[in-house]
């Protein structure tokens, strides 16, 4: 059962969460720290599919009291686990935008609060995000932050964070005056719109397979293999001591200097990053976030797109899982957002470096769950992300994103999983 008592961390607010081949409400996501106050700098993105436009229509869904794009879908598993009750279609404090809707609307003069949501939208955009970590430079994870580079209009740079390797391929790729213009800071003609910073990202390392039997119970391997260099990073709000939340690049330090996998940096009020690699088929280093709060020492597991262990030529997954059930022993998990793009009918010989339902589950289970020690397991909130649309499918039953949320959570039922499932539809905001 999830324990009403438990403090509350984070608000989570999702944007965007398709992995196309629609180019609307692709990844993106908000955190704020909950106990942290609307201010300049509170809010931490995890990538940037979309952002004014998906804030825009957000917004605009609260002015007229609408569920927010897409997400009344599952609004009862929404309230269920929004046990703080919180005005669920209030993700922004629309008190504190500098733009309101007038008592009485004048024909003609943005009748739909359109415009206002969009000059809202950007305020948010300019002043409440500090920080984009980006998990992977695909374009379904960049979009938003591309196109509305041109609206960036702050007292000092937008610090777009991600490994070296997603660094690398924004800077050579697409701020090259070429693809786009150069907005960064460094460069051939920068502007300096933007900071790119590189985040270390822990040694890439390789290890051999971990789990040769995905549906069965076995796995004991992993109990043995598992050993990343980690010994301090747990280690709450001691085990960073960044002070400036926008200057990442002298924030890194950590308590072990000689130790790349214990490094928390601060890229939002209170919001302390931990990347670790993570790979996305052959050609694409992905990595995952875990998002620590400051005041309350939760944390928040953000993946990027992902690709199972048992198909890996270079499996890291169980890394990050070995960590995650550290914090899950700890009472100090809050929840999981990960991908989950095909169905489990998908062949998987073409997942191209994504999971469906039975690899996720096998993960979940096979090496989280063994990884932790803590019995009985208490529920844990798992946000499902980058599902897929498939535009052939034209009965809303037969659509990915309503099969696939079944298939796992009978899934999970069948094996007693203390799971529960929650797709991350546009406008979801949850209090973790
Ligand atoms: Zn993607
Ligand atoms: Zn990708």
Redesign the pocket.
Known sequence: MLNPLAPTAFQLTVLGASGGPLETYNCSLFVKSYHTPWVDGSLLMVDAGTILSSMSNILQSSYLRKNPPVAAVHTPSTIKINYNAEPLLKPFPLEKLPHKPPANVLPNLDPDHRLISQSNALYIFNHYISTVCVT?A?L??ILGLVVNSAAISRSKPLIVAGSPFTINALETHIFNNSIWPNLTSQGVDPCGLIDLVSLDHGPSVSAPHTCPHPQSSGCSSLQSSNKPNSSNSTNSTNSTNSTNSTNSTNSTNSTNSTNSLSKWVELAQNLLVFPMPIS?GRH?D?TVFFVKDKITSKVLMIWG?VEPDFLSQNPRNHYAWKRAAKYYDQGRLTGIVIECSFKSNHDDSLLF?HFSPHHLIHELDHIFLKNSINQPHTNLRVIISHIKDDLTSIVTELEPKVVIMNELKALAEQRSLPFEFIRGDPGLTLFL
Do not use: R, T
């Open positions: 992977h695909h379904d994870h996305h694409c992905s797109d470096g």
